[in-house]
């Protein structure tokens, strides 16, 4: 089937731009149409007015795709399923997720079922910026009194706003359910050959959606769908059998890819509805079994449950409640349902990881969802308080962001400048990707930071931080220094590194730097561990060449080091003079 053509819905609109549908005109209008932003009911003219209004039904015909939608439940929590244009998601987008019902029993004791639909209402799991629920309850008859299932029906919908399926081939207790669901919009479960003329009655005198279902029989399948929607019934659902067990799944895999493709590509409007899987069938036959036996059967239902959902399932009714199931069923469909023409992304952004201060990491990533999410949950897991530059890389992750172009130094620069990082922290240190490590002497011209290349996997950032996040050892400079600029050490703890560098770099000062290795440690941690002497001091300074550099023979060493002063100066022959890192600014000044 072709791609619906603005002009062809736009030669059918009032054209007259009268902004009733909150678009400057009707052309804006189309084109949300077209992606479903907007309902057709939105333009007002076109409901109202007696000139607009034989268009309604042409276009209301275009706009309607070869799997027509259906929608059950109320306000916000209420589901469409169908409403799909493409066979592989690609080619377009699926648009509505897959729907996971869980089944409820109308002999459970009240506790037991309200425990039960409790668990179907609240869980809920977090993935890449996004709470991923279960979506509605499915209320089974298995009593076989429409009595019994009034009361369930009634405790349900009392104390969960989730929609609902009211799941029994009796039609007395289907019409007792929905006389407790009213108001509810329940989806009916099942119209079979059986009693299609009575459920269908129902379906149609109360407005409700109908599920059809003829197990392993799709021509009859779709003689039932044809006679109940010549009868009126306007919204239908169809459930071609769901098997487990050798040649079976296959079966059930061919019926579902068959009628979708029927409706799609050969444009079969008889078959034209979304589809109903039953995982939960799996268990028929399985009372009593062993502990080990459940669990084995849970992971076939959730399995099957999977294949579903990649082949056309646009609702499934699951039996198990075991949490396990869910989690990969949620993020399953949330990633099928993910449109492939838009790059999953999160706002760009300076993120607080935890509490971070003015002398927490700063580290920068893309705002390519996966990758932001992984980032921010590596870092609380690790609980690590850092400030997060979250660059708007068009939500492309890292290595392909850098290869295309959007990771690129300028940004990087530009952000740093954008989110006033500066201000924040009493550091310039930015720690980048290891994927972005060739961009690092750019970055430091353009933006006056120290780069520091991180791990290529978030989930090492721990360890980088206690085993390489230091400053680079030897002689460094800030400025532009002379023969007579001052000379002061530093250890290669970052902390205390910056202690000294940032208000020379404030005061736009001209200094010389000799780093020290202690491990990472200042120096009061470093004497206690017995990592600097005055040894180390001279070693530093004679690999860094500094007596060639300056003509003032004389190191700025801070207080921590006033016990080795007498020993740094005879062993290096220079001068040492103590000034605490707060009094730097005063003394350049």
């Excluded at 779709?222 to 009868?231: D, N, R, Y």
């Excluded at 079966?251 to 409007?269: K, P, S, V």
């Excluded at 921590?560 to 002063?565: C, D, I, N, V, W």
Aim: net charge negative; hydrophobic share 40%.
């Amino acid at each position: 089937m072709s791609r619906l053509k603005p002009l062809d819905i736009y030669n059918l609109l009032p054209k007259t731009n009268c902004k009733e549908c909150g678009e400057e005109t009707c052309m804006a209008f189309t084109y949300l149409l077209i992606s479903r932003d907007k309902e057709l009911e939105d333009c007002k003219p076109l409901i109202k007015d007696p000139k607009y209004k034989p268009n309604y039904p042409k276009l209301k015909d275009l706009l309607t795709p070869p799997v027509r939608s259906v929608k059950f439940g109320v306000g916000e929590h209420a589901k469409t399923i169908g409403g799909e244009e493409v066979m592989r998601r690609h080619e377009l987008t699926w648009f509505n997720p897959t729907v996971l019902a869980i089944d409820v029993d109308d002999d459970l004791e009240e506790s037991e079922l309200i425990k039960r639909v409790d668990l179907i209402t609240h869980w809920n799991t977090f993935y890449i910026g996004q709470s991923l629920f279960l979506d509605a309850v499915a209320i089974k008859c298995v009593s076989g009194d429409p009595n019994k299932f009034a009361k369930a029906v009634s405790a349900v919908v009392k104390y969960t706003d989730n929609p609902i399926i009211l799941c029994s081939l009796d039609p007395a207790c289907l019409k007792a359910g929905v006389k407790a669901a009213v108001g509810k919009k329940p989806l009916l479960y099942a119209a079979t050959k059986d009693n299609w003329k009575e459920v269908g009655e129902i379906a149609r005198s109360e407005k409700l959606p109908v599920v059809i279902a003829a197990p392993g029989d799709l021509d009859l399948l779709k003689s039932l769908a044809k006679s109940m929607h010549t009868a009126g019934v306007e919204e239908i659902a169809l459930d071609p059998g769901t098997y487990w067990g050798e040649g079976l799944l296959g079966d059930t895999i061919n019926n579902f890819t068959m009628l979708r493709r029927a409706a799609i590509e050969a444009g079969d409007r008889e078959v034209g509805w979304p589809l109903i899987g039953v995982p939960a069938t799996i268990w028929i036959g399985k009372e009593g079994i062993s502990e080990g036996e459940k669990l084995a059967t849970a992971f076939q239902e959730t399995i099957l449950s999977a294949i579903l959902t990649a082949r056309y399932a646009d609702l499934l009714i699951i039996h198990s409640t075991e949490l396990w199931t869910f989690l990969p069923l949620v993020i399953l469909k949330r990633n099928l349902y993910e449109d492939p023409r838009v790059h999953p992304s999160v706002d760009s952004e300076l993120m607080a990881i935890g509490s971070p201060d003015q002398n927490s990491p700063v580290m920068v990533t893309t705002n390519f969802a996966l990758t932001a999410y992984t980032v921010k949950s590596d870092l609380e897991q690790s609980k690590i308080d850092a400030w997060l530059v979250i660059l708007d890389t068009e939500g492309i992750g890292v290595e392909s962001a850098a290869a295309g172009g959007q990771f690129n130094a300028s940004k990087i620069s530009d952000s740093l400048e954008e989110f006033k990082v500066g201000d924040k922290v009493n550091h310039r240190a930015l720690i980048i990707p290891g994927m972005g490590s060739r961009f690092k002497g750019e970055i430091e011209d353009l933006s006056g930071w120290d780069v520091y290349v991180g791990p290529k996997d978030s989930g090492a950032i721990g360890d980088f931080l206690k085993e390489k996040y230091r400053a680079a050892t030897g002689l460094k400079y800030v400025g532009d220094p002379g023969k007579e600029s001052p000379v002061f050490l530093t250890p290669n703890n970052i902390k205390a590194f910056y202690d000294v560098k940032k208000p020379l770099l404030d005061a736009k000062a001209s200094a010389w730097l000799v780093v020290v290795d202690t491990e990472g440690l200042d120096f009061e941690s470093a004497l206690k561990e017995k990592k600097i002497d005055a040894a180390a001091v001279k070693k530093s300074m004679d690999e860094g060449g500094v007596d060639e550099q300056v003509s003032k023979k004389e190191l700025i060493i801070p207080p921590a080091l006033e016990a080795l002063k007498g020993a740094i100066e005879s062993a290096t022959k220079w001068k040492a003079k103590v000034v605490a890192p707060d009094k730097i600014s005063g003394m350049i000044k």
